[in-house]
């Protein structure tokens, strides 16, 4: 599988498994995606299936440097104390001495917090520290805008490795990927296709059957083709290994302009400034 080269050197995976709202049997789920051929699995603190995940991963029998397995800091972690803790337990559940990379999920935001600057830099203090050690390979964030990176930028020591973000046609975010670029930041799609929503939009299925290709596929080249790297979820074993395994093409200027320009039929309405969790 293709590698994008992160910012320290690391490499990550084009296309990942994502697990969000996977809790019940994501055991065969993972299986299912371990088989198809994925090697980087993407879960976080709050989805509650990083156990889960560690008992597949074992019962799969893969050797752990093949893998690329990343987690998040939860907002009720966003402090050196709770980092550490949080980083403790996604090591236990997911059986694995190493993370490959760790994020924090969300931003503290301005509307929660007349402190947000210091909360996210505590944090990120704290995933340093443990980047540092060795513990996590890479370090980035999640659902950060353009003021959070600003911010953070300020006072961090190490530049976000990757910035995981809402990304998909309609919805691809121009502002935030085009800082990130210029900061050496890998910018990652979660809900690239709009958690299924984008599935049932007439003008995404006109352009995917002129391609040949189902709606699900065209919105994971349309992420491959920006430059980003991919997380697409699904629980069908068919889908599964066709998200990963397609043959790749290239969808045309003037489509992907039309897809970027698509209407938002697929955007979950999260604002990372304004989200009050």
Known sequence: MKQVILNNGNEIPEIGFGTWQTAKGVQETVKSALEAGYRHID????????????EAIEAFGIDRKELYLTTKIWNSNRNSIGVKQSVEQSLKKLKTDYLDLLLIHWPANEKQFENWKSINAETWKAMEELYKSGVVKSIGVSNFLVPHLKAL????????????????????????????REEGIVVEAWSPIGSGRLLKDEDLKDIADQYGVSPAILCIQFCLQSGVVVLPKSENPENIKNNLRFERFKIS??????????????FSGLNPGTVDF
């Open 153 to 180: 930028l300020k006072t961090a020591e190490v530049i976000p490795a990757v910035n995981q973000i809402e990304f998909h046609p309609g919805y691809t975010q121009p502002e935030t990927v085009e800082f990130c």
């Open 253 to 266: 200027e003037s489509d992907m302009k039309a897809l970027k320009t698509l209407e938002e039929t697929g």
């Open 43 to 54: 879960t976080a603190d709050i989805y509650g299936n990083e156990a889960e995940i560690g």
